[in-house]
């Protein structure tokens, strides 16, 4: 069963009827995230029994929004490896560092387990149809998702995304509308199409729920470490949805007394520096990140030029100790390479961005001696081959 409460609003407190379909709080214009009744949980469920039931991402349905399990839509999604990478370690003068590879998801990449969440929550409160703007891969994930959950999908994305995204996404029966323009482009059509068609919007936190599915990274590294967290997170940052649900399911954890020490990772946001919101944001102390002009990278999922949960993330970044960091595209095919010829870790751009960070942070002295770092690589480098030296163009 699941324990969910309600929704509420980070940012006046609000709160809303879980029962019902919702979308965001528009007087704050703020994003909506789930309470859940954890002491009651705490009571009733231990740790070891959620170890103990068969591997994926719904053996935590307590803290899933999804009430029936009958609705537990899944394609085994969820216990990615957490790989040692003792040669990338030793390379940039570090101990302790480890990847979690979200490649082995299903559509090869951490947006399954969002849509999971969304896509399932959706079809139990009687949603019909879905649409979804993406830099990519969430096309592809929400089109596998609503494909097994027999409900029609939209997808609209720019017409430079890969094209193995815009493939994969047709070949699960979503109809693809490619956009000239970027990612913000595809949102405002989107949503335009959502309110025309009576399709719901599953943009990243413009519905509640991506981001619970996101959030069960942070209980699976709790049991990879023993109960314990790591000292330190690098994870790519477009729309920021991991790091906000892992930082909520930090928080979690420690109300159902699941950890031997609370004690939270410090989180490091890795931007492209073609398109770096949140760190423009870190660097100036702000409390809101600007648009971005001009958004430039070869990291399709970083080329968010507007998250719209930017309190969220610049909040959880200086609640953890953390920071923003920028790298370049010649550093992310640089530490793409690295990552494959030292660890056998074929990464997507976004992924290769989180080594490109821990070579700055590294050099910087950032990162103390015999700490656990855990970079996330967040998608297969197979979708990007056109990107590599010598790759041929996709046509679309």
Not at 6 to 18: I, K, M, N, T
Not at 142 to 157: S, T
Request: glycine share 10%; proline share 6%.
């Amino acid at each position: 069963m699941s324990y969910l409460l309600h929704l509420y609003c980070p940012e006046c407190g609000r709160v809303f009827d879980a029962e019902r379909v919702q979308t965001y709080c528009h007087d704050c214009a703020s994003p909506l995230l789930a309470r859940y009744d954890l002491p009651r949980l705490r009571a009733e469920v231990s740790r070891a029994a959620v170890s103990a039931r068969p591997r994926g991402m719904w053996r935590w349905h307590a803290v899933l929004p999804v009430r029936d399990d009958e609705h537990h839509l899944t394609l085994g999604e969820g216990d990615t490896p957490l790989l040692p990478v003792p040669r990338l370690a030793a390379a940039l003068g570090l101990e302790r560092v480890f990847v979690k590879d979200e490649s082995f998801n299903p559509t090869g990449s951490f947006k399954a387990r969002g849509m999971a969440a969304a896509v399932a929550r959706a079809q139990e409160l009687g949603v019909t149809a879905l649409v979804v703007p993406t830099a990519g891969n969430a096309g592809g994930a929400l089109a596998a998702y609503a494909a097994r959950a027999g409900l029609p999908a939209h997808v609209f994305m720019p017409a430079d995304a890969p094209a193995a995204n815009v493939q994969e996404a047709r070949l699960y029966g979503a109809e693809v509308q490619l956009v000239i323009g970027l990612i913000s482009d595809a949102g405002r059509l989107a949503a335009r199409a959502a309110a025309e068609h009576g399709w719901f919007d599953v943009s990243t936190f413009k519905e509640p729920y991506r981001v619970e599915g996101k959030k069960i990274m942070g209980y699976e590294l709790a049991e990879a470490f023993g109960w314990t967290l790591p000292e330190v997170i690098v994870y790519p940052a477009g729309g920021g949805t991991g790091l906000v649900g892992m930082w909520q399911a930090f928080a979690e954890l420690e109300a159902l007394g699941w950890l031997e020490r609370n004690a939270r990772p410090r989180l490091v946001a890795v931007q492209a520096a073609g398109c770096a919101p949140i760190v423009r944001a870190w660097e100036a102390g702000a409390e809101r990140a600007q648009f971005y002009e001009g958004a430039q990278t070869l990291a399709a999922g970083l080329r968010v030029p507007g998250p719209f949960a930017d309190r969220l993330i610049l909040r959880a970044l200086r609640d953890s100790g953390g920071r923003a960091v920028a790298v370049s595209d010649a550093e992310i095919m640089a530490a793409q390479q690295d990552l494959a010829r030292l660890e056998g870790i074929f990464a997507a751009p976004e992924g290769a961005a989180t080594v490109a960070a821990l070579r700055q942070l590294a050099a910087q002295g950032w990162l103390r001696p015999g700490e656990r770092v855990v970079a996330f690589n967040t998608g297969t480098g197979l979708k990007y081959l056109d990107l590599l030296p010598g790759g041929a163009q996709a046509t679309q």
